[in-house]
């Protein structure tokens, strides 16, 4: 069985400061890990994914990760935060048949000015 | 708008009633998936369609669940004699697997209500 954990439920950081948001994945097999991100009263818009190749993988609106085999990691990061950024984040991972995602419960970003 | 759709983005109900959700992919992608999130939670995966195909489903989807994707186009979401468990969003997404990129769109969800 494939998991995912979001060891924080909310991450508080100032406009201007780095942001990480970490992920911890268990998964048989190679695994394809994703970041979504959930704006209040929206559905979830792809960020970036990991699926083979640079442990760091560049993604929408100035987010990374950094994919970290020996840990099961998958840390989203931004080297500057805006206020704009404030939202829900969610991780995935799947095995690579394109079928069901697992994700994780999330983590509430707050940034503040 | 070329993404995915979904229709209608609140339903309240009734313990008992029938209710049906339905979600229009974008269209040249090929998979379809279902899945359920409660506040607080990620979302939860319900099944998923290859074309017109139901390739799995998960143990949350009881009896009283069932998906259908005529023609491989749009599929239908019904839960039959809703329970006040069954209160939640459900999201459906779309991928096109065949280009291997594995990523999955997702439309704006249906927030069902179940009094």
């Known amino acids: 069985a494939q998991s995912v954990a979001q060891p924080e439920d909310q991450v508080n950081v100032a406009e201007g400061n780095p942001l990480t948001v970490k992920c911890t994945y268990s998964?048989?097999?190679?695994?394809?890990l994703f970041w979504y991100v959930q704006y209040p009263n929206r559905g979830l818009q792809f960020l970036l994914k990991?699926?083979?190749?640079?442990?760091l993988v560049k993604g929408s609106y100035g987010f990374e990760a950094e994919f970290n085999k020996s840990q099961t990691s998958f840390h989203l990061k931004k080297p500057s935060a805006l206020v704009s950024d404030s939202a829900l984040y969610f991780c995935?991972?799947?095995?690579?048949?394109?079928?069901?995602?697992?994700f994780g419960t999330g983590t509430r970003l707050q940034v503040t000015l | 708008d070329t993404g995915v759709s979904q229709d209608p983005r609140h339903k309240i109900t009734k313990r008992g009633q029938n209710v049906t959700f339905r979600c229009d992919p974008i269209?040249?992608?090929?998979?379809l998936y279902w899945y359920r999130q409660t506040l607080g939670q990620g979302p939860e995966f319900l099944t998923y369609?290859?074309?017109?195909?139901?390739?799995?489903k998960s143990r949350l989807l009881s009896d009283r669940f069932s998906a259908e994707r005529p023609k491989g186009s749009f599929s239908t979401l019904e839960i039959q004699r809703t329970e006040q468990g069954d209160s939640a969003m459900y999201l459906c997404?779309?991928?096109?697997?065949?280009?291997?990129?594995?990523?999955?769109?997702f439309g704006p969800g249906t927030r069902l209500t179940v009094t």
């Open positions: 997404a779309s991928s096109f697997v065949d280009r291997g990129s594995y990523e999955q769109y």
């Open positions: 998964v048989s097999g190679n695994p394809y």
């Open positions: 990991y699926i083979t190749g640079d442990n």
């Open positions: 995935a991972v799947e095995t690579g048949t394109a079928s069901k995602l697992t």
């Open positions: 269209s040249e992608h090929n998979r």
């Open positions: 369609f290859q074309n017109e195909a139901q390739l799995e």
